[in-house]
């Protein structure tokens, strides 16, 4: 899918904004990577603004109520090292907190945006919530602060640093700075990526998906339907083969789903799978199964394709169909699927998440073979672990993430971290480097790299990487086995 054309051009009258702050570190989005920075920032002494469009912080991990996977579980697998850091101190603090219901995400979701705000506020972090950064403001080729919109108006920020961690790389973009967007698909690419992202039409192929949490389920009434002895008929096979054509395969259903879900699709009722627009699908719902209580059921509705995250027209299509969709989900719930009759929509996610989209062409991008093969670099931050490696017996220690990563070319004053920083994606990426564990202590290594850099009145790109290597591992960063940092000059041998 290409970017829409402009219908034209007007001129923006030049005016004086105001100067709300002047800090040393901004932080655009407090989402699951960018709130780790603000708050290593913070601690390290710099005068920090954290800046989100949701007044809820979190990201991913707070206003999308996490869609899909778990806050550090995958850590264990992705990061050799274990989970260290803030994040770990964060993930600590949020299992202490957390009440063993069984329905994790509405529980873990508000703790966490709780927690990043407390965290954020004990380490002197000035938190701007809800704005809209704009603009950067550059300087001799120096990212020098935004501008923002919020109640007051456009305000401007000074910043001597500033940190995109929008997910969508959208300072970056702004700036001008080398942006990846499409990848196009290559048949050799191995076959850990899923092949029906491989079609030239998926450009750029992106994977999103929504949350939403049902109530007043009877969900022993519902377990024991899904038990029950159906055998579908020859029709029934039929009817979902045909529904297979979709580029995604049925997921969620169990058989006794089935005839009912074929029957509101035959009297036009409700479709669980959707032509949103060409080659952009609304996959089926994933109900997560678990000792549900208090009648709460969480459930996600996927949507693949050529979804592209820059483009703010196509976004609000298909935000708006997903979250018809869901409404449309419950009544067919509702209607038809025993255990739901008085179930009702309480909550669908705030914010609509995305597993790609945008990001920069850094200094450094890491490709998947760095991934596969276990690179090593000089400016390692910590050791990260790609799920395809098996397939290419690469190691299982993991391969470097480069400080070089977060560097967007030809711009000072700018660091990108999250889903923006600099990693190549094919497909669905099943790897680890844009994970949460990974992409948490990402956050939290950018937030050190801006804060240093001020305290030595450099450019981050010119900051002593030892110096930021050395904090890492003074907070528990796996950077690597004790003769591979005594190579790196960072401890005897
Ligand atoms: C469907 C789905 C399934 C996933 N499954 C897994 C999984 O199983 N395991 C796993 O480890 N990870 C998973 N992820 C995580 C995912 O892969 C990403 O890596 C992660 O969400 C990226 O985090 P981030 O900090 O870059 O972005 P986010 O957490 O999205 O944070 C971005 C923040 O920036 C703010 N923002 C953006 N633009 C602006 C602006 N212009 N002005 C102000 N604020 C702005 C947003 O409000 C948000 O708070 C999943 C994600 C999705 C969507």
């Given at each position: 899918m290409t970017k829409e054309e402009p219908l034209g051009y007007v001129a923006e009258p030049q005016k004086q904004v105001p100067v709300a702050y002047d800090v040393d570190v901004a932080v655009v989005g407090g989402g699951l990577s960018g709130m780790f920075s603000a708050i290593a920032a913070g601690r390290l002494g710099a005068k920090t603004l954290l800046l989100d469009r949701f007044a809820a912080l979190g990201g991913n991990l707070g206003p999308a109520m996490i869609v899909g996977g778990s806050v550090a579980g995958e850590a264990p697998v992705?990061?050799?090292?274990?989970?260290?850091?803030?994040?770990k101190e964060l993930n600590d603090r949020m299992e202490a907190l957390q009440v063993e219901t069984g329905h994790r995400y509405a529980d873990i979701t508000n703790i966490i945006s709780h927690l990043a705000a407390q965290l954020a506020l004990d380490a002197g972090v000035e938190i701007l919530v809800p704005v809209w950064v704009g603009d950067p403001i550059i300087a001799d080729n120096r990212v020098a602060g935004l501008f923002v919109e919020g109640k007051s108006g456009r305000v401007a920020v000074k910043s001597k640093v500033v940190i995109d961690a929008s997910a969508d790389a959208d300072v970056c973009r702004r700036a001008g700075v080398p942006v990846i967007t499409d990848m196009a698909p290559d048949p050799s690419w191995p076959p850990v990526i899923r092949q029906e992202f491989l079609r030239p039409e998926f450009v750029p192929w992106n994977d999103t998906a929504i949350y939403f949490v049902m109530a007043g389920v009877d969900f022993p009434r519902f377990e024991q339907f899904l038990a029950s002895d159906v055998t579908l008929t020859a029709e029934d096979e039929a009817w979902l083969a045909e529904r297979e054509q979709f580029p995604f395969a049925r997921q969620a259903f169990e058989d006794p789903m089935i005839p009912l879900l074929r029957h509101a699709w035959e009297i036009g009722e409700y479709y669980y799978l959707k032509t949103v627009e060409p080659h952009v699908h609304i996959n089926t719902p994933n109900l997560w199964?678990?000792?549900?209580?208090?009648?709460?059921?969480?459930?996600?509705?996927?949507?693949?394709?050529?979804?592209?995250?820059?483009?703010?027209?196509?976004?609000?299509?298909?935000?708006?169909?997903?979250?018809?969709?869901v409404f449309e989900t419950v009544q067919?719930?509702?209607?038809?699927?025993?255990?739901?009759?008085r179930a009702y929509l309480l909550i669908t996610a705030p914010y609509f998440g995305s597993r790609g989209g945008p990001h920069i062409d850094g200094e450094y991008t890491i490709t998947p073979e760095d991934a596969f093969n276990g690179a090593k670099f000089d400016d390692v931050l910590y050791r990260n672990t790609h799920a395809a490696q098996p397939h290419y017996g690469g190691e299982a220690s993991g391969f470097d993430t480069p400080y070089r990563s977060l560097l967007p070319k030809g711009m000072d004053g700018l660091l990108a971290t999250g889903r923006a920083s600099a990693y190549i994606r094919r497909g669905h990426d099943p790897g680890a480097t844009r994970a949460r564990p990974a992409l948490m202590q990402l956050g939290e290594a950018a937030g050190a790299a801006a804060a240093l850099a001020v305290q030595d009145g450099v450019a981050p790109r010119h900051l002593d990487v030892k110096k930021l290597q050395r904090h890492l591992l003074q907070q528990g960063f796996f950077l690597g086995e004790p003769a591979r940092l005594a190579q790196l000059g960072l401890t005897n041998p």
């Open positions: 992705t990061l050799p090292g274990g989970l260290a850091g803030i994040p199964k678990g000792p549900y209580e208090n009648g709460l059921v969480g459930s996600r509705i996927n949507m693949g394709g050529a979804i592209r995250r820059d483009d703010m027209k196509q976004h609000a299509r298909l935000e708006t169909a997903i979250r018809m969709h067919f719930f509702r209607k038809y699927v025993p255990g739901f009759d």
